[in-house]
């Protein structure tokens, strides 16, 4: 299973601070995708990237949320300016030729 | 829109008994179905899978079923442990790379010793 790591594991920030949530994913893959958990509800989808640019987004990632792969191997997610209901688990993942695997996620609270 | 649909939401087993989810999905254009089992404060684990193209997988105690005509796909857990406690998400996905994965709601699993 390929490995992916996420940092930071957990997050807290103050309502209307910027955070950059970063993943790197050890292995030669050509999407990426964010997924998100509010606690005690499912996964969503919240963006996929490929070649460098979005190729979908949910309305979930509204202009709030960027993605970018800053130096070729780095994924992250901004949040420029996070609210309350921004407080949730985000995974980031890859997919082989089917299946999804997803780093340990982060933790993101916002007070 | 693409919708997964879980039932039931929570499931509580005596240990050795079976658990049984079962799964709706819209989009026509799914062929792949994962089941992921996600433990507290962790992140999902793919546990099983079945393509559109099978009717039933079998791994150890944990087997799949898909009606793909039905738009059906289930999750049977034979000979329940503890350690099964966790929360249970089936998904809807295409074949290929690029496709998102949508969820169902989830189901938690209590497997009581």
């Known amino acids: 299973e390929p490995e992916v790591t996420q940092t930071p594991s957990h997050q807290v920030t103050q309502m209307g601070q910027e955070v950059i949530l970063r993943c790197v994913p050890i292995s030669n893959h050509l999407y990426f995708y964010w997924y998100r958990q509010i606690l005690g509800q499912k996964v969503e989808f919240l963006v996929s990237?490929?070649?460098?640019?979005?190729?979908?987004k949910s309305e979930i990632f509204d202009d709030q949320f960027s993605v970018e792969r800053p130096d070729g191997s780095n994924f992250t997610l901004k949040i420029r300016s996070t609210k309350l209901e921004d407080s949730a688990m985000y995974f980031c993942?890859?997919?082989?030729?089917?299946?999804?695997?997803f780093g340990q996620g982060t933790r993101l609270t916002v007070v | 829109g693409e919708n997964v649909e879980q039932h039931p939401s929570t499931l509580s087993v005596q240990e050795g008994d079976s658990a049984v989810i079962k799964c709706t999905y819209s989009?026509?254009?799914?062929?792949?179905f994962p089941w992921y089992k996600q433990e507290l404060g962790k992140r999902p684990q793919l546990i099983i899978d079945i393509r559109s193209n099978v009717g039933e997988k079998k791994d150890q105690r944990i087997a799949v079923t898909l009606n793909k005509t039905a738009k059906h796909f289930s999750l049977h857990i034979t000979e329940t442990q503890p350690e099964d406690s966790a929360v249970y998400f089936c998904?809807?996905?295409?074949?290929?790379?690029?496709?998102?994965?949508?969820f169902g709601p989830g189901t938690s699993l209590s497997v009581i010793p």
């Open positions: 990237f490929y070649n460098n640019e979005i190729s979908e």
């Open positions: 989009d026509s254009a799914s062929n792949y």
């Open positions: 998904a809807a996905k295409g074949e290929t790379s690029y496709d998102k994965v949508i």
């Open positions: 993942a890859i997919q082989g030729l089917i299946e999804a695997f």
